[in-house]
T-cell receptor
Framework: DVKVTQSSRYLVKRTGEKVFLECVQDMDHENMFWYRQDPGLGLRLIYFSYDVKMKEKGDIPEGYSVSREKKERFSLILESASTNQTSMYLC??????????FGPGTRLTVT | EDQVTQSPEALRLQEGESSSLNCSYTVSGLRGLFWYRQDPGKGPEFLFTLYSAGEEKEKERLKATLTKKESFLHITAPKPEDSATYLCAVQDWSGANSKLTFGKGITLSVRP
């Protein structure tokens, strides 16, 4: 079974803090993705990576950056957290252009 | 730009009352259509992939079908444990061919 894990289930941070969200997959997938999910807006793609050290912007990259130093690990960074980044963050991975497998999500609250 | 519209937004069924969830899509060239199930506070769980019109896939009480403009997720004799949000997503043949465009989901509640 594919397993995608995320470093925290719940996280509370203060405005202006630098926040790191970590994602690890154990299936040697080439592609990894970061989404945020908000009520009424659905899943929106922030960034994705199709290889180590490669990244591409998704639909809402502003205020975020990513890092992929190893194939199994994809990090999302909030350089200076703001209250409008309070959301559910979901990581996913896939092999080539096949179905994506999601992690359990991180509920981030920025106060 | 790919678009996915799911309807209705919410559906309440009595246990055993069969129904269908709709996913309408607009895509330049469909590579695949995906269905996911999401329980509250959890990540989406992959259900099916459909690739071409006329294709059908089944899993327990769920059957997914595909036409050139829409997909249906049929739920036969649902049980309360089928209550969840069901997400539809499409993938096209453009350069970033691993990206998915998601609909906003249909929240299904099944009463005992």
């Amino acid at each position: 079974d594919v397993k995608v894990t995320q470093s925290s289930r719940y996280l509370v941070k203060r405005t202006g803090e630098k926040v790191f969200l970590e994602c690890v997959q154990d299936m040697d997938h080439e592609n990894m993705f970061w989404y945020r999910q908000d009520p009424g807006l659905g899943l929106r793609l922030i960034y994705f990576s199709y290889d180590v050290k490669m990244k591409e912007k998704g639909d809402i990259p502003e205020g975020y950056s990513v890092s992929r130093e190893k194939k199994e690990r994809f990090s999302l960074i909030l350089e200076s957290a703001s209250t409008n980044q309070t959301s559910m963050y979901l990581c996913a991975s896939s092999r080539e252009a096949y179905e994506q497998y999601f992690g359990p999500g991180t509920r981030l609250t920025v106060t | 730009e790919d678009q996915v519209t799911q309807s209705p937004e919410a559906l309440r069924l009595q246990e055993g009352e069969s129904s269908s969830l709709n996913c309408s899509y607009t895509v330049s060239g469909l590579r695949g259509l995906f269905w996911y199930r999401q329980d509250p506070g959890k990540g989406p769980e992959f259900l099916f992939t459909l690739y071409s019109a006329g294709e059908e896939k089944e899993k327990e009480r769920l059957k997914a079908t595909l036409t050139k403009k829409e997909s249906f997720l049929h739920i036969t004799a649902p049980k309360p444990e089928d209550s969840a949000t069901y997400l539809c997503a499409v993938q096209d043949w453009s350069g970033a061919n691993s990206k998915l465009t998601f609909g906003k989901g249909i929240t299904l509640s099944v009463r005992p």
